[in-house]
């Protein structure tokens, strides 16, 4: 019995020691810590430090409880209980405090990079990085209370395997949506074509991409069709090339033929969102002498180059009118002749 008393009062002593020495190590380190903080103007130390202090205290209390139970445990079996769950519970406050550590750091160097497809990705990429850290932790937990990792990793294997099959598309899925992050052929709000689908991008997610057609319905892709498929991204286009043909009766003297490039070039110069490159008479038609126009839009906006080839269009249409210039439209001249006229031409031949 004295024993056990004397046990219960080592016990209480090194509760009440160990907490006041918890306490009082806290805050001496806090404050050396922080003086050493404040010198520094970046603010990632600070949430170092501070996330240090703040698992200091419960590590401090952890040991000194299980250093209490101790002295009062005298049975081998009653210590061994004591080990491993005072392991587990270090080991959690550790895993804890380092998964908010490398998720800062990661954090912070998304910030440097200023992209926001880089954040996007690694956000989505965080619960993956705390399972990995969590399955380490285990793993090192069991191989250190002695569990036999053979049979384990084997089971693992198999289990892999297993769910490797049955999320193959998932997985594959998911590495094309990092690819599209990384690669960025498109970003949310810009207006892309892909085998005759034309929509706007709406939002990359993790298996499928969302778009947003011109009529207005959702259309779902999964991002390896995106990824494997041909893509017009309109949006990072710095200007548009246009090009149309007119044709012009053959009626037309010469006189008018050589004014119309300098009439067209005219009209397209004093559009505000066109610049003129050339105009020649390039071809006699079947029914049309025709030319052909070629001229730059500098602007991805589809609204604004529409409304600009448009002005163009009727500018040309008075322009023409004013000079008299007629456009060609399809016809067919047949030539009739009577059978004297055949017969006259026929004599004439011989």
């Keep these: 019995m004295n024993e056990i008393y004397k046990g219960l009062i080592y016990s209480l002593l090194i509760l009440i020691i160990g907490s006041i020495s918890t306490i009082v190590f806290t805050k001496i380190i806090s404050r050396i810590l922080n003086e050493f903080t404040q010198r520094t103007k970046t603010k990632t130390d600070d949430y170092i430090v501070n996330t240090i202090i703040k698992v200091l205290k419960p590590i401090g209390f952890v040991l000194t409880i299980y250093l209490s139970i101790l002295m009062i445990a005298y049975d081998n079996r009653i210590e061994n209980i004591v080990h491993g769950f005072f392991k587990l519970i270090l080991l959690f406050l550790l895993i804890k405090c380092l998964n908010k550590l490398i998720l800062r750091a990661v954090e912070r160097w998304t910030i440097k990079i200023n992209d926001e497809a880089i954040i996007s990705m690694v956000a989505s990429l965080n619960p993956l990085i705390k399972a990995s850290i969590w399955s380490l932790g285990v793993i090192f937990y069991l191989q250190n209370v002695g569990v036999q990792m053979a049979a384990i990793w084997a089971l693992l294997s198999a289990g892999g395997i297993g769910a490797g099959l049955a999320l193959k598309e998932p997985v594959q899925e998911f590495f094309e949506y990092i690819i599209i992050l990384l690669d960025k052929p498109f970003q949310n709000g810009e207006f892309i074509n892909i085998e005759n689908v034309w929509a706007t991008v709406e939002r990359v997610g993790v298996r499928s991409t969302r778009l947003r057609s011109l009529n207005g319905e959702t ?55 066109a610049k003129f490159d050339r105009c020649h008479f390039v071809e006699f038609g079947n029914f049309s002498l025709d030319f052909e126009l070629v001229y730059f839009i500098p602007t991805n906006n589809y609204s604004k180059a529409m409304t600009a080839q448009q002005t163009i269009n009727l500018e040309i249409i008075k322009k023409f009118k004013e000079e008299g210039i007629d456009f060609a439209f399809p016809t067919q001249t047949i030539n009739l002749m009577n059978n004297k006229t055949r017969e006259e031409k026929n004599q004439f031949a011989l």
């Design 219 to 273: 259309i779902v892709v999964s991002n390896s069709f995106l990824t494997n498929g041909i893509i017009s991204n309109y949006a990072q286009m710095n200007k548009r090339r246009l090009v149309h043909k007119l044709g012009v009766v053959y009626e037309t003297n010469l006189s008018k033929m050589t004014i119309i490039p300098k009439i067209i070039e005219t009209i397209v110069d004093s559009v505000e969102d």
